[in-house]
Nanobody
């Protein structure tokens, strides 16, 4: 069973950058599509970005296009979310997720495995 552990969250100022990491355990981790979701206080969890098992076809929600970059290093079993030009509205708990459906999806119910989340707080 693949397990996910996020890291890299923190408190930053608007306009700053931050890189989140998602370390996956398990020999089959490289066969999973990976995604990042986020949940702000009082709001539903929302899709942020996804990437296929091979690292192709990155897909983003409109609000982060041009500012966030999803990537993965299968040799390290790690996915990343590089976030730049951060805004206060990006404040949320960010979750990494993995899907056996290797091409990825924007729907959270397509993801079988979830990390514990990492807090990102952007001050104005």
């Amino acid at each position: 069973q693949v397990q996910l552990v996020e890291s890299g969250g923190g408190l930053v100022q608007a306009g700053d950058s931050l890189r989140l990491s998602c370390a996956a355990s398990g020999r089959t981790a490289s066969t999973y599509a990976m995604a990042w979701f986020r949940q702000a206080p009082g709001k539903e969890r929302e899709f942020v970005a996804s990437i296929t098992y091979s690292g192709g076809s990155p897909y983003y929600t409109d609000s982060v296009k041009g500012r966030f970059t999803i990537s993965r290093d299968n040799a390290k079993n790690t996915a990343y979310l590089q976030m730049s030009s951060l805004k206060p509205e990006d404040t949320a708990v960010y979750y990494c997720a993995a899907s056996l459906w290797g091409i990825g999806s924007y729907r959270d119910h397509d993801y079988e495995i979830w990390g514990q989340g990492t807090q990102v707080t952007v001050s104005s």
